[in-house]
């Protein structure tokens, strides 16, 4: 970052360094810290739980895999690819024509793209990003995103001072789900539409909050912390305008919301429409 | 396999000993980016959360060699904690004594400040800094203590680059205004 700021990097570099100059005695902490460890049990795995159901599972599918496709043919179980991020998003070239699996994502999915259209941005195991990506152009962020996201819970109230936000459980359908949003969010007065996605019921509303429209998150409004082991992060809906769509299904009483939005360029019907292609082809496991 | 590496499958597999030769090695970095991100009063909660649940949870890390991106998110993450639970409070009184020895660096355009100038400035930015959210000091402290790269910053905090770079950059904009209140 350049230095020709009303603060410096430098200036802000030294301020840390002056705040981590701490007087806390080490070898207390390391003390306090292996006594406290002592007498801590670790949380098994649980694959090591599970190790013997998991080899017999394992075991059958791959004999059942093995057997198919000697009876079947390749052509009839065209490869999946797994989804690789590994520059943390943005940079990620777009994908290939093909049919991916993300690798951290839970419910399992699968999903077709065509040549070029689509990024892989985010795969954590409660949301699964893709970024359009315009003809001619690179990944951009304002460019229009794919959301899929499995709703752990919902915000209760304002996002507060130092991002203390509170979350609640609930929301355990689509129905309540929306309902819930609703209460939050100017959805405008539609009633949601029953739609069909990956064979799943689901319910459809799409919206745009005036531009006037304020909230109290400083990112947009915070949906859903799908973060694990205390470790938050957020999702959010733009609330700047732009048109965003949302599907909710429901995956054995598990609500997965499906959100699609133009980009701040608001090229919605472009992006809707790409959406729509790689939606279609989604196909859902049940969540493990 | 190098020694860490050693280390981190042997404390996986629940030797105490291992997880506090790795815990030993990095304590002393930990409490730094700590007390830079939440203050001197709850650096040593913060690291002592994250060393007790880094313990009880290695046996999920699945790749040995991500061992410190893992306890530094664990850390960070701790941090944050820390900062909400103590609710919205009001800005707190850095020590200025431990300021004192920072630098003489100036925070502000004008020249050749006297030494009571300089470090009544380099506290004024500190308690601007106590302003920010919890997600805001992370970033900064990550990029410019740490001096990790826009791409570690964003893997430490979950997030895209691209996130990372505008959250940086709206971090840097509302310690310029915390900064302005400051000096009113």
Same mark, same amino acid.
């Given at each position: 970052?350049?230095?020709?700021?009303?603060?410096?990097?430098?200036?802000?570099?030294?301020?840390?360094?002056?705040?981590?100059?701490?007087?806390?005695?080490?070898?207390?902490?390391?003390?306090?810290?292996?006594?406290?460890?002592?007498?801590?049990?670790?949380?098994?795995?649980?694959?090591?739980?599970?190790?013997?159901?998991?080899?017999?599972?394992?075991?059958?599918?791959?004999?059942?895999?093995?057997?198919?496709?000697?009876?079947?043919?390749?052509?009839?179980?065209?490869?999946?690819?797994?989804?690789?991020?590994?520059?943390?998003?943005?940079?990620?070239?777009?994908?290939?024509?093909?049919?991916?699996?993300?690798?951290?994502? /839970?419910?399992?999915?699968?999903?077709?793209?065509?040549?070029?259209?689509?990024?892989?941005?985010?795969?954590?195991?409660?949301?699964?990003?893709?970024?359009?990506?315009?003809?001619?152009?690179?990944?951009?962020?304002?460019?229009?995103?794919? #959301?899929?996201?499995?709703?752990?819970?919902?915000?209760?109230?304002?996002?507060?001072?130092?991002?203390?936000?509170?979350?609640?459980?609930?929301?355990?359908?689509?129905?309540?789900?929306?309902?819930?949003?609703?209460?939050?969010?100017?959805?405008?007065?539609?009633?949601?539409?029953?739609?069909?996605?990956?064979?799943?019921?689901?319910?459809?509303?799409?919206?745009?909050?005036?531009?006037?429209?304020?909230?109290?998150?400083?990112?947009?409004?915070?949906?859903?912390?799908?973060? #694990?082991?205390?470790?938050?992060?957020?999702?959010?809906?733009?609330?700047?305008?732009?048109?965003?769509?949302?599907?909710?299904?429901?995956?054995?009483?598990?609500?997965?919301?499906?959100?699609?939005?133009?980009?701040?360029?608001?090229?919605?019907?472009?992006?809707?429409?790409?959406? /729509?292609?790689?939606?279609?082809?989604?196909?859902?496991?049940?969540?493990? | 396999?190098?020694?860490?590496?050693?280390? +981190?499958? $042997?404390?996986?597999?629940?030797?105490?000993?291992?997880?506090?030769?790795?815990?030993?090695?990095?304590?002393? =970095?930990?409490?730094?980016?700590?007390?830079?991100?939440?203050?001197?009063?709850? !650096?040593?909660?913060?690291?002592?959360?994250?060393?007790?649940?880094?313990?009880?949870?290695?046996?999920?890390?699945?790749?040995?060699?991500?061992?410190?991106?893992?306890?530094?998110?664990?850390?960070?993450?701790?941090?944050?904690?820390?900062?909400?639970?103590?609710?919205?409070?009001?800005?707190?009184? +850095?020590?200025?004594?431990?300021?004192?020895?920072?630098?003489?660096?100036?925070?502000?355009?004008?020249?050749?400040?006297?030494?009571?100038?300089?470090?009544?400035?380099?506290?004024?930015?500190?308690?601007?800094?106590?302003?920010?959210?919890?997600? !805001?000091?992370?970033?900064?402290?990550?990029?410019?203590?740490?001096?990790?790269?826009? !791409?570690?910053?964003?893997?430490?905090?979950?997030?895209?680059? !691209?996130?990372?770079?505008? $959250?940086?950059?709206?971090?840097?904009?509302?310690?310029?205004? =915390?900064?302005?209140?400051?000096?009113?």
């Amino acid at each position: 970052m350049s230095d020709n700021r009303f603060v410096t990097d430098e200036q802000i570099r030294l301020m840390l360094e002056a705040r981590g100059r701490h007087g806390i005695s080490v070898a207390d902490l390391v003390a306090s810290v292996e006594g406290t460890i002592e007498q801590t049990t670790q949380v098994p795995h649980e694959l090591l739980r599970a190790r013997w159901w998991r080899a017999v599972a394992a075991t059958a599918f791959a004999s059942v895999a093995i057997i198919a496709l000697l009876v079947a043919g390749p052509k009839l179980w065209p490869s999946i690819h797994d989804l690789h991020i590994t520059t943390g998003g943005l940079t990620e070239p777009a994908l290939e024509a093909g049919r991916y699996r993300p690798t951290m994502f /839970d419910p399992p999915i699968t999903f077709s793209v065509p040549a070029g259209g689509w990024a892989p941005a985010v795969d954590l195991s409660a949301e699964l990003q893709l970024r359009r990506v315009r003809p001619g152009e690179e990944a951009r962020p304002d460019n229009g995103a794919l #959301t899929i996201v499995r709703i752990n819970n919902v915000m209760t109230g304002a996002c507060g001072y130092n991002g203390n936000v509170p979350w609640t459980a609930g929301a355990d359908s689509p129905h309540a789900f929306l309902a819930w949003l609703g209460g939050q969010l100017p959805l405008g007065q539609g009633a949601p539409r029953a739609v069909t996605i990956a064979g799943k019921q689901a319910l459809e509303i799409s919206f745009g909050a005036p531009v006037d429209f304020r909230h109290t998150c400083d990112y947009g409004f915070l949906l859903t912390d799908v973060g #694990t082991s205390g470790d938050p992060h957020w999702v959010e809906i733009p609330v700047d305008g732009r048109e965003v769509r949302l599907q909710v299904l429901d995956l054995s009483g598990q609500p997965v919301l499906v959100m699609t939005e133009g980009g701040k360029l608001n090229w919605y019907d472009e992006a809707a429409a790409t959406a /729509d292609e790689v939606i279609s082809s989604m196909s859902f496991e049940e969540i493990r | 396999m190098a020694i860490d590496d050693d280390l +981190v499958v $042997r404390a996986r597999a629940g030797e105490i000993r291992a997880f506090e030769a790795l815990f030993e090695a990095r304590v002393a =970095a930990m409490l730094r980016l700590a007390a830079a991100i939440v203050g001197n009063d709850d !650096a040593g909660d913060a690291v002592q959360q994250a060393s007790i649940q880094a313990w009880r949870e290695l046996p999920h890390l699945r790749e040995v060699d991500r061992f410190d991106a893992w306890f530094g998110r664990i850390l960070t993450n701790s941090c944050r904690a820390v900062l909400r639970s103590r609710r919205r409070r009001q800005v707190r009184e +850095v020590p200025v004594a431990s300021l004192d020895e920072a630098t003489g660096i100036k925070l502000s355009a004008r020249s050749s400040p006297s030494p009571a100038e300089q470090t009544s400035e380099v506290d004024v930015l500190s308690r601007a800094f106590d302003r920010l959210s919890a997600d !805001a000091r992370v970033l900064l402290a990550l990029h410019h203590l740490e001096g990790r790269s826009l !791409a570690e910053t964003a893997a430490r905090s979950g997030i895209s680059i !691209a996130t990372a770079k505008w $959250r940086l950059h709206e971090a840097r904009t509302a310690l310029e205004r =915390a900064l302005e209140l400051e000096r009113r």
